[in-house]
DNA sequence: CAGAATCCGGTATGATACTG
DNA sequence: CAGTATCATACCGGATTCTG
């Protein structure tokens, strides 16, 4: 038998939870990519997010310890976001990611063409 | 600059999208792990789901490409489920992730409980 | 500027009953 | 058995407004 249950079904869900939410790749890669930034600025680069929903995910990935938060209690107030180590740490998993999607997309694309018949 | 819109910000938009809709991860692994399996046997491993919800995402894992359907008009009938050499293509992205998972894991819920402070 | 608070609607998901 | 159909709901996610 192999069956020891949903946790074995899937063992990486934890992970996926983590990293997967929506709106945390894209936070995760700018902030990875443009270094430290303000609010404004990460909100600008992401686009099509509201600010609610932004701020949402950032005190997730605070919570989560995959980017720091610093606040300037100054006027106008300031806040910046930088990624950690640990969300560093989850560039193999980026690349392997862009890797499939550069090499497989494609056959996706063509699997839904012929679906559609 | 560095801004080409938000398809610069998430270059893994649509890798995301075909593999990380909720209860997909649950679904490759264990067709990739088990093999070729009935409707019911699938939904039996997988746990928690919905036989509705199960048979959206087989749906549309097939529309994508990854799996694939084989029914058969008999009494009772019978539909089972394989996974395709594309959906056996994400094994790297899979291990991947388990790789984070077993080295980083820890460090989130460190992180979490630290932030109970 | 950074964000909190509030309200609201759509989609995703779930429970249940039914069909071939 | 392998779904579909229907109804109910829960949870985002978005728009708006307000505050320090």
Chains 1, 2 share one sequence.
């Not at 995760?28 to 600025?41: K, S, W, Y």
């Not at 005190?59 to 106008?76: C, H, I, K, M, N």
Request: glycine content about 8%.
């Amino acid at each position: 038998m192999n069956d020891d249950g949903p946790v074995a079904a899937c063992p990486i869900g934890p992970v996926v939870d983590i990293v997967f939410s929506r709106w945390t790749t894209p936070i995760l890669l700018t902030l990875h990519n443009d270094g430290r930034l303000r609010f404004v600025e990460l909100h600008r680069r992401i686009g099509g997010v509201t600010a609610k929903v932004l701020t949402d995910r950032l005190r997730r990935l605070e919570r989560d310890g995959l980017v720091t938060r610093t606040y300037f209690a100054e006027v106008p107030p300031r806040a910046e976001y930088e990624i950690t180590e640990l969300g560093r740490s989850l560039s193999p998993v980026f690349a392997s990611l862009a890797a499939w999607q550069s090499e497989h997309l494609g056959e996706v694309e063509a699997a839904r063409g012929r679906f559609e018949a």
